[in-house]
């Protein structure tokens, strides 16, 4: 079983939808969840931290944290056409400060 | 720019030259990253400093592979004898400390010719 795990899509939703993107973990201990989105051709953009369980909310996005069932989610409500790119899940393992991120799940929201 | 910086954005090599990547991080921020992505997947860590020091260099490849920080601030990422599986995204990130956000500056594309 890989560390980091996400759907490996692609995702389409339609313009005004919610977008729901998944991820689970291997490593018990892990302590830090974030994610990331990355347009194409460009670097990855932090836009989602979260450290407790629970739901956390900024905007649009929410993240959903599950330890018990090592499960982390990102929902992208009323979503728009420049949400489309590929959103990595990256958590700390082992206590340590390194990101192990998924492969990345690919969005496209359709206008 | 109040971001990380790296250069040069694009590098080509032919395969067997050395190479070097260098890394300016978010003023302040203690934590430094190299990361590695290939076309498709996410960045996969190579190494971590805090400050000068070299605290995991698990991720590095091979011993072809070299970092340093040797000030607590910029960071260099060596690659010595390139070959074409060197080919990638080479990624840096800079955290305020410990277990922070990491920021991503926006890459070196290297090609291994």
């Known amino acids: 079983q890989k560390e980091v795990e996400q759907n490996s899509g692609p995702l389409s939703v339609p313009e005004g939808a919610i977008a729901s993107l998944n991820c689970t973990y291997s490593?018990?201990?892990?302590?830090?969840f974030f994610w990331y989105r990355q347009y194409s051709g460009k670097s990855p953009e932090l836009i989602m931290s979260i450290y407790s369980n629970g739901d956390k909310e900024d905007g649009r996005f929410t993240a959903q944290l599950n330890k018990a069932s090592q499960y982390v989610s990102l929902l992208i409500r009323d979503s728009q056409p420049s949400d489309s790119a590929t959103y990595l899940c990256?958590?700390?393992?082992?206590?340590?400060?390194?990101?192990?991120f998924g492969k990345g799940t690919k969005l496209t929201v359709n206008p | 720019g109040a971001g990380v910086s790296q250069s040069p954005r694009y590098k080509v090599a032919k395969r067997g030259q050395d190479v070097a990547l260098r890394c300016d991080p978010i003023s302040g921020h203690v934590s430094l990253f190299w990361y590695q992505q290939a076309l498709g997947q996410g960045p996969e860590f190579l190494t971590y400093f805090q400050n000068e020091a070299q605290l995991d260099k698990s991720g590095l490849p091979s011993d072809r592979f070299f970092a340093e920080r040797p000030e607590g601030s910029v960071s260099t990422l060596k690659i010595q004898r390139t070959q074409q599986e060197d080919s990638a995204v080479y990624l840096c990130?800079?955290?305020?400390?410990?277990?922070?956000?990491?920021?991503f500056g926006d890459g070196t594309r290297l090609s291994i010719l």
């Open positions: 990130a800079s955290s305020f400390r410990h277990n922070q956000p990491q920021h």
């Open positions: 490593d018990r201990v892990s302590q830090s």
């Open positions: 990256a958590v700390n393992v082992g206590g340590s400060e390194k990101l192990v």
